[in-house]
């Protein structure tokens, strides 16, 4: 079993603290909602988790199987098995989706000692395109060049679903979708769902839990997850919103 | 000519001063067959020639009218350089492609034991449609990395309705060079010039081209990588001198360690040659903090009614698209790699001769590390 376990972390973005004492586990087999207000810090928790050079870490830890992940640089946390599907993915111009997917994959296989068969990723990406209803075109495109909105948020989920990390951390991929989008992808996360896979989808709605029923939600304010619970949670946040949530703490 | 009363190239924004071009390795050596030349050609070559320090090593021309020798008229002198080429000289071709005749052809350079100091011309006759794909494998002594310093001066006329596809591509050499070429371009006549300087030297490149022909063209890409401690000064400079003719400039650039890499690009409308279009863009990708990327383009324009107009662009590998890259399991080496490699792909993919653009990717790897 797969373990990514956060205590007491803490971290800034141009000496700014954002996160001010983050506790979180995230174990395969789970899959944990994570909700708030804008501007809170979940996106900062995820490209922290994820190693982005632009934040600083103050204070905590971030370990999976009690590795040290704050050591680790960046694809060597990919290596470990850690997937970020980000709110804004870069655009790179020039590198076609496939190519560059392919050595993701390639790199990934490496490491198992295992080869990439090319016709067999060939076929396997094909597949998945089309599960995520993409345009045929996809592959060929440049990487996330000129994508739409919601063609960003299923490029990521492709990277997703051709990587298999042990953790992924989604950054509002339901966002900006369509409605039948919502679905595909909804469908895709969950098909993800097994004991050897765990998941922290970042969202703003509970209208994914039409397709992913989480395990756990919290509730992140000001830095902080400020609470937990169930389903009921996420439920009762998206018809009274987070007031009731601050009262309780005053 | 005394040479010392001409000035050396411009070279603008490289200060060439203390170059010593004049550095030559000249000595006679005898005509010896050494390599086993095969293997610079695609398999499927109709028309190669391989010169190996100035002698003809390999002729085998299939297509009628193409006729080579090794006599050639001594260019005008505008530098001292070229004045240098024309005293020191011990390297020569003249290709002349005949009337409609429509051909590809290989030619390598390839110099081991001298000082290359060689002079081509290439003319193509009215109607005549080449493909040129010409390397310069300057490999200098095998037991070092130093190779000798190399002068080569092209001279091309594309006469009226012809077309010349030039592919210019420059690898292994260590030593200085100056390198030029002056092409001419008539009636209706095109030229396309792909240059690809990816070997190790310092070097003066300059590529000139003169519409000097009513509807005459010419396109000159060029592209160049400079790492550790090269030295590279590249002038690009198209002329309109005849009315309704269209020049246009692309420079690609990648820079690394300590190099300077500076791309002049000169696009000039003489007065009276109206309806005459001149572009140009350039586009530098520099991967160090040290390193310096120049890029000088010039505008000038003695004509009202026409079009013109330039671009040019510095810039850095974006941090995020590494990081972004990284996240997927790349290292920062490769996704560096890939990111150089996507912002040369609209240059690359211009090459339609597959097994060309392969050799050349291959060669770009290596040559970023
Ligand atoms: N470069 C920066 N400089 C200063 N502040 C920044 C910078 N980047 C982000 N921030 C701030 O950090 C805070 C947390 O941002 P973050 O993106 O983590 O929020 P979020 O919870 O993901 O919000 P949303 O729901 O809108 O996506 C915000 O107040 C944001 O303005
Ligand atoms: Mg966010």
């Known amino acids: 079993m797969d373990v990514l376990h956060i205590s007491g972390l803490r971290a800034a973005i141009e000496d700014k603290e954002i996160l001010k004492g983050v506790n979180l586990e995230v174990k395969s087999g789970e899959f944990h909602a994570v909700m708030g207000p804008n501007g809170t810090g979940k996106s900062t928790l995820a490209q922290v988790i994820m190693g982005h050079p632009k934040y600083e870490v103050l204070a905590g830890k971030i370990t999976m199987n009690d590795e040290d992940v704050l050591e680790m640089e960046v694809d060597e946390r990919a290596k470990a098995g850690l997937f970020l599907a980000m709110q804004y993915p870069s655009e790179i111009p020039g590198v076609t989706n496939s190519d560059f997917l392919r050595m993701a994959v390639r790199t990934k296989m490496q490491q198992e000692d295992k080869r990439l068969n090319l016709g067999a990723f060939m076929k396997e990406l094909k597949g998945k395109i089309g599960d995520l209803k993409m345009q045929d075109d996809m592959a060929a495109r440049y990487l996330n060049e000129g994508f739409s909105g919601g063609e960003k948020k299923r490029n990521e989920i492709l990277q997703l679903l051709m990587l298999k990390p042990k953790i992924a951390v989604l950054d509002e991929v339901d966002s900006g979708l369509d409605v039948d989008a919502l679905k595909i992808v909804g469908d895709a996360v969950n098909s993800m769902r097994s004991d050897s896979f765990g998941c922290l989808i970042i969202t703003h709605y509970q209208r994914i839990l039409d397709y992913i029923t989480p395990d756990f939600v919290h509730v992140m304010m000001d830095g902080r997850i400020v609470k937990s619970g169930d389903v009921s949670l996420m439920k009762k946040v998206d018809s009274e919103g987070y007031d009731w949530i601050k009262k309780e703490k005053l | ?369």
């Not at chain 2, 009363?5 to 070279?11: D, F, S």
């Not at chain 2, 003066?204 to 090269?230: C, P, R, W, Y």
């Not at chain 2, 790349?330 to 060309?356: D, H, R, Y």
């Open chain 2, 1 to 369: 000519m005394n040479q010392t009363n001409l000035a050396l190239p411009l070279a603008e924004k490289t200060n060439i001063k203390d170059w010593d071009f004049e550095n030559l390795l000249l000595k006679d050596i005898p005509k010896k067959f050494k390599t086993e030349f095969s293997n610079f050609f695609p398999e499927d070559a109709e028309n190669k020639l391989l010169l190996e320090d100035g002698f003809i090593m390999v002729e085998e021309i299939e297509a009628e009218g193409i006729t080579i020798s090794q006599t050639v008229e001594p260019v005008e002198e505008s530098n001292r350089l070229i004045a240098l080429n024309n005293e020191k000289r011990n390297s020569a071709l003249s290709v002349v492609v005949e009337k409609n005749t429509k051909a590809t052809l290989y030619i390598v350079h390839f110099s081991d034991e001298r000082s290359l100091v060689h002079q081509s011309h290439i003319r193509l006759e009215t109607g005549a449609e080449l493909e040129l794909i010409e390397t310069f494998m300057l490999v200098g002594s095998a037991e070092s990395t130093e190779s000798y310093n190399a002068n080569i001066v092209t001279k091309v006329d594309v006469g009226s309705n012809a077309s010349l596809n030039s592919s210019v591509i420059k690898l292994a050499h260590h030593g200085l060079v100056y390198q030029t070429r002056l092409t001419e371009v008539h009636e209706n006549g095109r030229f396309n010039g792909t240059n690809f300087i990816l070997d190790y030297s310092d070097m003066v490149f300059e590529d000139f081209a003169h519409l000097v022909g009513k509807g005459s063209e010419a396109n000159v890409a060029t592209m160049a990588i400079a790492d550790k401690s090269q030295k590279r000064n590249i002038t690009v400079r198209v002329e309109n001198f005849a009315p309704h003719s269209n020049g246009n400039i692309v420079n690609y650039g990648v820079v690394k360690d300590t190099a300077h890499l500076a791309f002049n690009g000169v696009g000039k409308i003489h007065k009276g040659m109206n309806g005459g279009d001149n572009q140009q863009e350039t586009r530098l990708l520099n991967l160090s903090k040290v390193a310096q990327a120049i890029a000088n383009p010039f505008l000038l324009i003695d004509e009202g009614d026409i079009t013109a107009g330039h671009a040019a662009s510095i810039g850095q590998i974006d941090e995020e698209q590494v990081y972004y890259l990284m996240s997927r399991g790349l290292s920062k080496q490769e996704s560096e790699k890939l990111i150089v490699f996507g912002f040369l792909a609209p240059f690359a993919n211009k090459v339609t001769n597959e097994s060309l653009k392969e050799e050349l990717l291959e060669s770009i790897e290596e040559k970023l590390g």
